[in-house]
Protein backbone atom coordinates (compact mmCIF):
# COMPACT_ATOMS: atom_id res chain seq x y z
CA UNK A 1 0.00 0.00 0.00
CA UNK A 2 1.03 3.45 -0.86
CA UNK A 3 0.15 7.05 -0.16
CA UNK A 4 1.09 9.75 -2.92
CA UNK A 5 0.56 13.12 -1.92
CA UNK A 6 0.44 15.76 -4.14
CA UNK A 7 -0.86 19.98 -4.27
CA UNK A 8 1.99 21.68 -2.32
CA UNK A 9 3.81 24.87 -3.44
CA UNK A 10 3.93 28.83 -2.53
CA UNK A 11 0.99 30.77 -2.43
CA UNK A 12 0.20 34.44 -1.10
CA UNK A 13 -1.24 35.16 2.34
CA UNK A 14 -5.02 34.94 1.21
CA UNK A 15 -4.42 32.42 -1.12
CA UNK A 16 -6.00 28.56 -1.67
CA UNK A 17 -4.09 25.40 -2.46
CA UNK A 18 -5.75 21.86 -2.74
CA UNK A 19 -3.90 19.23 -1.73
CA UNK A 20 -4.21 15.73 -3.02
CA UNK A 21 -3.63 12.06 -1.67
CA UNK A 22 -3.79 9.28 -3.70
CA UNK A 23 -4.41 5.19 -2.05
CA UNK A 24 -3.08 2.36 -4.40
CA UNK A 25 -1.87 -1.05 -3.58
CA UNK A 26 -3.52 -3.93 -2.48
CA UNK A 27 -6.13 -2.26 -0.45
CA UNK A 28 -8.96 -4.01 0.59
CA UNK A 29 -10.86 -1.25 2.78
CA UNK A 30 -9.89 2.42 4.34
CA UNK A 31 -11.41 3.13 7.51
CA UNK A 32 -10.05 6.39 8.35
CA UNK A 33 -8.21 9.68 6.40
CA UNK A 34 -6.43 12.42 7.23
CA UNK A 35 -3.85 14.83 6.95
CA UNK A 36 -1.54 16.20 9.12
CA UNK A 37 1.10 19.07 8.89
CA UNK A 38 4.91 18.93 10.62
CA UNK A 39 7.07 22.07 11.00
CA UNK A 40 10.90 21.52 11.61
CA UNK A 41 11.67 21.08 14.66
CA UNK A 42 7.91 21.01 16.10
CA UNK A 43 5.73 17.97 16.34
CA UNK A 44 3.22 16.48 13.41
CA UNK A 45 -0.30 17.84 13.96
CA UNK A 46 -3.64 16.85 13.38
CA UNK A 47 -5.31 19.49 10.50
CA UNK A 48 -8.35 17.15 9.29
CA UNK A 49 -9.47 13.67 9.41
CA UNK A 50 -12.27 11.76 8.37
CA UNK A 51 -14.05 8.60 9.34
CA UNK A 52 -17.68 6.66 9.26
CA UNK A 53 -17.50 6.96 13.02
CA UNK A 54 -16.48 10.03 14.28
CA UNK A 55 -17.16 12.07 11.23
CA UNK A 56 -15.03 14.44 9.64
CA UNK A 57 -13.09 16.73 12.19
CA UNK A 58 -10.72 20.05 11.92
CA UNK A 59 -8.22 21.57 13.89
CA UNK A 60 -9.23 24.44 15.52
CA UNK A 61 -6.07 27.03 13.46
CA UNK A 62 -8.35 26.02 10.38
CA UNK A 63 -11.57 25.47 11.04
CA UNK A 64 -13.59 27.79 8.26
CA UNK A 65 -10.40 27.83 6.34
CA UNK A 66 -9.89 24.32 5.02
CA UNK A 67 -12.24 21.43 3.90
CA UNK A 68 -11.74 18.03 3.54
CA UNK A 69 -13.59 15.74 1.01
CA UNK A 70 -12.88 12.48 -0.57
CA UNK A 71 -13.47 10.22 -3.75
CA UNK A 72 -13.88 6.51 -2.41
CA UNK A 73 -14.29 5.10 -5.78
CA UNK A 74 -10.80 6.64 -6.25
CA UNK A 75 -9.19 5.99 -2.88
CA UNK A 76 -8.04 9.77 -3.08
CA UNK A 77 -9.13 12.19 -0.94
CA UNK A 78 -8.08 16.02 -0.65
CA UNK A 79 -8.08 19.46 1.17
CA UNK A 80 -9.25 22.47 -0.24
CA UNK A 81 -7.44 24.95 1.92
CA UNK A 82 -8.57 28.73 1.56
CA UNK A 83 -7.48 32.01 3.25
CA UNK A 84 -3.80 30.62 3.66
CA UNK A 85 -2.25 32.28 6.36
CA UNK A 86 1.71 32.49 7.25
CA UNK A 87 1.18 29.95 10.03
CA UNK A 88 -0.32 27.20 7.57
CA UNK A 89 3.81 27.04 6.62
CA UNK A 90 4.35 23.19 6.82
CA UNK A 91 4.70 20.15 5.32
CA UNK A 92 1.46 17.99 4.69
CA UNK A 93 1.40 15.00 5.09
CA UNK A 94 -2.10 12.52 4.67
CA UNK A 95 -2.17 9.14 6.06
CA UNK A 96 -4.70 6.64 6.28
CA UNK A 97 -5.94 3.41 8.46
CA UNK A 98 -5.99 0.64 5.76
CA UNK A 99 -6.81 -3.01 5.31
CA UNK A 100 -5.06 -4.81 2.34
CA UNK A 101 -6.28 -7.85 0.59
CA UNK A 102 -2.84 -9.67 1.72
CA UNK A 103 -3.94 -13.07 3.54
CA UNK A 104 -3.50 -12.37 7.36
CA UNK A 105 -4.04 -8.75 7.44
CA UNK A 106 -5.01 -6.13 9.63
CA UNK A 107 -5.59 -3.01 10.24
CA UNK A 108 -2.36 -0.22 9.63
CA UNK A 109 -1.43 3.09 9.28
CA UNK A 110 0.02 4.50 6.25
CA UNK A 111 1.67 7.56 5.44
CA UNK A 112 2.59 9.81 2.15
CA UNK A 113 5.96 11.65 2.14
CA UNK A 114 4.93 14.66 2.51
CA UNK A 115 3.50 17.65 0.27
CA UNK A 116 5.50 21.17 0.79
CA UNK A 117 3.22 23.95 1.74
CA UNK A 118 4.98 27.83 1.59
CA UNK A 119 2.94 30.79 2.47
CA UNK A 120 4.60 33.92 1.97
CA UNK A 121 4.53 37.46 0.31
Known amino acids: VQLQASGGGVVQPGGSLRLSCAAS????????FGWYRQVPGSQRELVAT???????RYAESVKGRFTFSRDDSKNMWFLQMNNLKPEDTAVYYC????????????????WGQGTLVTVSS
Open 95 to 110: NADVMSTLPGSTWKYY
Open 25 to 32: GSIFSISS
Open 50 to 56: SSSSHGT
